[in-house]
Antibody, heavy 117, light 108 residues
Framework: QVQLQESGPGLVKPSQTLSLTCTVSGDSIGSGGYYWSWIRQHPGKGLEWIGYIYYSGSTSYNPSLKSRVTISVDTSKNQLSLRLSSVTAADTAVYYC?????????WGQGTLVTVSS | DIQMTQSPSSLSASVGDRVTITCQASQDINNYLNWYQQKPGKAPKVLIYDASNLERGVPSRFSGSGSGTDFTFTISSLQPEDIATYYCQQYDNLPSVTFGQGTRLEIK
């Protein structure tokens, strides 16, 4: 059973960097079988793809966030990470990690990150 | 960016009804479209991929069709557990992946 679990601060101050980690169990990121993604959902709103990473470190980002986003992977810990810099209130959202590139078949439960001073 | 226009934005139907949701792309996306179900407080779940393929384990009352710019998602006989918000998602224009705005489905 593949499981993903997001973790990180639930509150980030404006202009700071949001950092989240996703720990994967039941599958190995390093096996190279899948891409791994971050997706967010603003409160009461729709879904927004942030970006994805392959075990090799190859990444692709949503052009609207590209200048502020970094996704990385640690295959030894079976984790992927998200960093979003210079956050504003508009970055307040539930952040999900998910397995996949073109469609996402396993998701974490999501973690709410609020940007506020 | 490819825009995905989903309709209706909300829908109320009775148990046993046939329910249809449409998604229109702003340009041809071939069949590069998925459908997701999201229940309150939960992560989305993929139901249909590549426009018409049923994800493993998903009940057969769910189906999808379409190609190009116009797509349809159908629940053949609505069940109480189908109450959720449904999203379409295109992946024709990588790396730009976009979602429809969602359809909230309620029981009448």
């Amino acid at each position: 059973q593949v499981q993903l679990q997001e973790s990180g601060p639930g509150l980030v101050k404006p202009s700071q960097t949001l950092s989240l980690t996703c720990t994967v169990s039941g599958d190995s990121i390093g096996s190279g079988g899948y891409y791994w993604s971050w997706i967010r959902q603003h409160p009461g709103k729709g879904l927004e793809w942030i970006g994805y990473i392959y075990y090799s470190g190859s990444t692709s980002y949503n052009p609207s966030l590209k200048s502020r986003v970094t996704i990385s992977v640690d295959t030894s810990k079976n984790q992927l990470s998200l960093r979003l810099s210079s956050v504003t209130a508009a970055d307040t959202a539930v952040y999900y990690c998910a397995r996949g590139l073109l469609r996402w078949d396993y998701w974490g439960q999501g973690t709410l990150v609020t940007v506020s001073s | 960016d490819i825009q995905m226009t989903q309709s209706p934005s909300s829908l109320s139907a009775s148990v046993g009804d046939r329910v249809t949701i449409t998604c229109q792309a702003s340009q041809d996306i071939n069949n590069y479209l998925n459908w997701y179900q999201q229940k309150p407080g939960k992560a989305p779940k993929v139901l249909i991929y590549d426009a018409s393929n049923l994800e493993r384990g998903v009940p057969s009352r769910f189906s999808g069709s379409g190609s190009g710019t116009d797509f349809t998602f159908t629940i053949s006989s609505l069940q109480p557990e189908d109450i959720a918000t449904y999203y379409c998602q295109q992946y024709d224009n990588l790396p730009s992946v976009t979602f429809g705005q969602g359809t909230r489905l309620e029981i009448k």
